[in-house]
């Protein structure tokens, strides 16, 4: 069943929206200012008495150089010094998270992200990584999903050699694009012989999984040439693959004002790179996930979708789900029980509030009944395709169809268009349906016709 996505062009036209990629529901611009450091207090306090295993994120906000098309939170300086004072309150709010913990409470997950995280020193990540195991019941018997974000143009062998020593056992590696032309036209120069030597050196050191991050829709692209760039990574062999469309949202970020739109491919071009990468990554054995994500048959997430276990968030897709998850770190997210919150996205506010000694929790909500309900829902279906009513009902002690009544006629016209099948028991995202699936979590969404649509990317 999960093998089949049927390629519906027609389909795709009429239902490829701008919306949210549900990390979470309710998402991130929902969050308000009233949720603060009391709320995280809190929620940190049951998640002790719990006993939650944890997951933890790491944000490194620091590049050496800027890549034009990235909407990440970050700090492009050639100044390594400039992450010192940031690394001295990372370890501050470590220190400060920790002792509202419990020392039984196993990470499972850990994942540094950025910026660019090995923009910092062998030293630094040696320290952070110390640090991190003091206060935190780190494993260390390599059964943990420790993964880090890799631009190859930042790492050597020694690099690699070093993370896997410190417990990372997971790589995913930035490549966008192997096109010169492309890579001019958004500041990113990294050649086929680099990433391929962090690949050799993290298949050699045995890291667990390699996954690679390409971007369609940039400018200079080509269906002809990207589907080289697809083709030269098949032959990488990477456990996973992320597939994102390009968002060019200048007004809202940035570095992309420094590419020129009329370079980027008209939106017919667009649909047709995707269709051929989908066809080239079946054709060499890869997994559809959703949401952009391939994978190998053997592969964790795979595996999870076929038991019906994957589950998704700010990590992405994850079979670490269960966890706690406590973001570390300038603009990081948190989600502990019903609790999400983020810590100030300003540099400059950040550190200055853990000077302080105070958290940095800037914003955040806390989910009530119906929050919970179609979190549910939609974690079904942007995981498994499939939503099982009675499941929900049993769960939550709600008539699905009661509940959920005014959302039938949606649901009738998109079975009518093939991309659902809707009976009284459940629903099943079909082949034609499932690169479209965030059409059919919209449906669900309690908040969305409030929510100015600019602020997401299109479907496909």
Not at 62 to 67: M, R
Not at 251 to 258: A, G, L, S, T
Not at 434 to 442: E, G, H, I, K, T
């Amino acid at each position: 069943m999960l093998d089949a996505i049927r390629w519906d062009t027609d389909l795709i036209r009429r239902y490829d929206l701008a919306g949210p990629r549900y990390t979470s529901y309710p998402t991130a611009v929902q969050f308000h200012s009233q949720v603060g450091t009391f709320d995280l207090l809190h929620a940190l306090r049951e998640s002790r008495k719990a006993l939650r295993p944890l997951s933890l994120y790491v944000h490194v906000p620091f590049c050496a150089n800027i890549c034009y098309y990235c909407a990440c939170n970050k700090v492009i300086t050639k100044d390594r010094g400039r992450a010192l004072p940031y690394l001295q309150r990372l370890e501050q709010e470590i220190q400060l998270i920790a002792c509202h913990l419990d020392p039984g409470q196993k990470v499972e997950q850990l994942h540094f992200g950025g910026g660019t995280p090995t923009f910092l020193s062998h030293d630094e990540l040696r320290q952070l990584m110390g640090h991190l195991r003091q206060h935190f019941n780190l494993l260390d018997d390599d059964s943990g999903d420790y993964g880090i974000e890799i631009d190859p143009r930042e790492a050597d062998w020694s690099t690699m050699g070093l993370l896997r020593e410190l417990g990372f056992n997971r790589v995913s590696i930035g490549l966008q694009d192997l096109d010169p032309a492309v890579q001019r036209a958004v500041n990113r120069l990294q050649s086929l012989e680099e990433t391929r030597a962090v690949i050799e050196a993290a298949r050699t050191l045995q890291f667990r999984s390699i996954n690679i991050d390409l971007i369609y829709g940039l400018p200079k692209q080509t269906p002809d040439n990207f589907a080289r760039t697809v083709e030269e990574v098949i032959n990488l062999q990477p456990d996973r693959l992320s597939v994102f469309n390009y968002a060019h949202l200048p007004e809202r970020f940035m570095p992309q004002r420094r590419i020129n739109s009329h370079e980027l491919p008209a939106p017919a071009e667009k649909l047709q790179m995707l269709q051929r990468t989908i066809e080239q990554l079946t054709a060499a054995g890869y997994r559809y996930i959703g949401m952009d994500h391939f994978a190998l048959p053997d592969d964790e997430l795979a595996i999870a979708q076929e038991e019906s276990t994957l589950q998704r968030n700010f990590q992405g897709y994850t079979t670490h789900g269960h966890c706690d998850l406590i973001g570390l770190g300038v603009s990081a997210i948190s989600q502990i029980g019903d609790l999400y919150c983020q810590n100030s996205s300003d540099l400059t506010q950040y550190q200055n509030l853990l000077g302080g000694a105070q958290l940095a929790t800037s914003r955040g909500l806390v989910c009530n009944q119906d929050d919970r309900v179609r979190r549910e829902v939609i974690q079904q279906l942007i995981c498994n395709f499939s939503l099982d009513f009675e499941a929900i009902e049993q769960q939550f002690n709600i008539d699905f169809r009661g509940y959920f009544g005014e959302l039938w006629p949606q649901l009738q016209a998109m079975t009518e268009d093939g991309l659902i099948k809707l009976s009284n028991e459940n629903i099943e995202v079909l082949p034609a349906g499932r690169l479209l699936v965030r059409s059919v979590c919209m449906v669900f969404d309690a908040y969305l016709e409030q929510q100015n649509r600019q602020r997401f990317s299109r479907v496909i």
